[in-house]
């Protein structure tokens, strides 16, 4: 008689941007011995995929930990992700955690797991995985990770400490990835990295190159791309704005938008030409979003009303703001005179605010028709994005989840638009 051994099951709690997204997919693509589970309460093994970009990030992957404690499963707590070269080695000692790896060890998650005994196995900060991911648990877009790490050198950033320096992928492993994707019926594709922009600096190659080669893999109906400078915006990728693959919305780091602030945070761009681009993508129909950094040290009373004043002269649609949380190891973290929490607050509401009125006007203004992508249902509505990476709620009697639709009839609301599908 034969008998087979359960196997055990494992849950991935993800934490941060969409590059972690992926490297959690990576390991469910490698898992082999085990089974995935969506539900915490039923595993045996816990995968902690951290986030380290501030102090903040690392309280939130701690106070994850903690909680696990009180499930009645007790699961073997494994901790991966950014967070492994800040605080992994601490959360070891303090055995908070069973085991640990660093990203170059993700692909060797299932030898990893069966492991019996507690390890801490970092890695090295040089190495790109060579997995081909089939699918995206859960979801109806596909991210594409096209780099890792960052050359720059940004004040209050971690990141490149905990990621290593720029390097690409090879456009061909990309490009079978997208393929095996697109024939396993994803049409929208989001790319994804480390700093996206800087993709194929070291390789001859560019984004702009990637992309076009990208659009013309069978079912690849729509590209966006994650977070990208200024100034990687050349005259080659901008001869793509146009082009039907394109989604109508770019998200641009700007960081700031005081002259002195950038200089303190060790930024690249600056005010003047970020809003002549600004205004260039506008004028090619695009819905645009950035990064802003509220309280920084050194942002004083007068430096936020410069700030805000050229804010308003931005086409701006979308905004990922977030107070400043000081990062240990950063030369950020020593610099003064420090914002008060509540003063930072107020900036942050002011600016916010200014961005939700501006993404309002966006939308009512809008008379293109909507291509949307049906993501999820919720509350028996259907949840979409359109191509300016807007939400939108449709009502329908039949099932869209996972379906491409046009609307051209919506009612337009503060937080997203809505319709009717018949």
């Known amino acids: 008689m034969n008998f087979t051994k359960e196997k055990q099951k494992v849950y991935f709690k ?7 997204v992926f490297d959690t997919q990576v ?4 898992l082999k011995d085990f089974d995935i589970t969506q539900d915490e309460k039923q595993a045996d093994v816990v995968v902690i995929n951290s986030c380290t970009v501030t102090n903040g990030a690392d309280s939130t992957a701690r106070g994850y930990i903690n909680s696990l404690k009180k ?3 007790n699961p073997r707590v494994v901790f991966t992700g950014c ?8 959360l070891f000692k303090e055995e908070k955690v069973d085991a640990l790896f660093g990203h170059s060890e993700k692909e ?3 030898d990893l797991l069966q492991q019996e005994d507690r390890f801490f196995q970092a890695g090295d900060l040089e190495h790109l995985d060579s997995t081909i991911v089939e699918e995206f648990v859960g979801k109806s877009r596909a991210f594409i990770k096209v780099q ?3 050359d720059f050198r940004c004040s209050y950033c971690i990141i490149p400490h905990v990621r290593g320096d720029a390097r690409s992928y090879s456009e061909d492993k990309i490009l079978e990835q997208v393929e095996t994707l697109a024939s396993n019926g994803f049409g929208e594709f989001i790319l994804t ?13 560019s984004l702009a190159k990637l992309l076009k080669k990208m659009s013309k893999i069978k079912g690849v109906r729509r590209i966006r791309m994650g977070s990208i400078e200024p100034i990687q915006i050349d005259d080659e990728f901008k001869e793509l704005v146009n082009e039907p693959f394109m989604a109508k919305h770019l998200h641009i780091a700007l960081q700031h938008t005081s002259k002195d602030m950038l200089k303190l945070m060790n930024r690249r761009n600056k005010v003047l030409s970020d809003l002549e681009l600004f205004e260039f993508l506008k004028e090619n129909g695009y819905a645009l979003g950035t990064d802003f950094i509220v309280g920084h040290p050194g942002e004083t009373d007068i430096l936020w009303k410069e700030a805000m004043e050229n804010l308003h002269k931005f086409p701006l649609t979308h905004i990922h703001a977030f107070t400043y949380s000081k990062r240990d190891g950063t030369p950020s973290a020593t610099m003064k005179p420090e914002v008060r929490g509540d003063i930072a607050k107020l900036r942050y509401n002011e600016l916010t605010k200014i961005i939700e009125e501006k993404n309002f006007n966006f939308r009512k203004e809008n008379n293109k028709t909507l291509e949307i992508l049906i993501e999820q249902e919720k509350n028996g509505k259907y949840i979409g994005l359109d191509q300016h990476f807007n939400q939108i709620e449709v009502e329908s009697s039949v099932d869209l989840v996972g379906d491409w639709i046009f609307i051209d009839d919506y009612e337009v609301k503060a937080k997203n638009n809505v319709a009717k599908f018949r």
């Not at 993800?14 to 972690?20: H, P, Q, V």
């Not at 990295?193 to 190659?205: C, L, P």
């Open 14 to 20: 993800t934490f941060g941007c969409r590059t972690n």
């Open 27 to 30: 390991m469910m693509s490698n």
């Open 71 to 73: 499930l009645g499963n």
């Open 83 to 90: 967070g492994v070269w800040t605080k992994g080695e601490s």
């Open 108 to 110: 060797k998650i299932n």
């Open 148 to 150: 890792e790490g960052c």
């Open 193 to 205: 990295g480390t700093n996206v922009g800087s993709y194929g600096k070291k390789q001859h190659t």
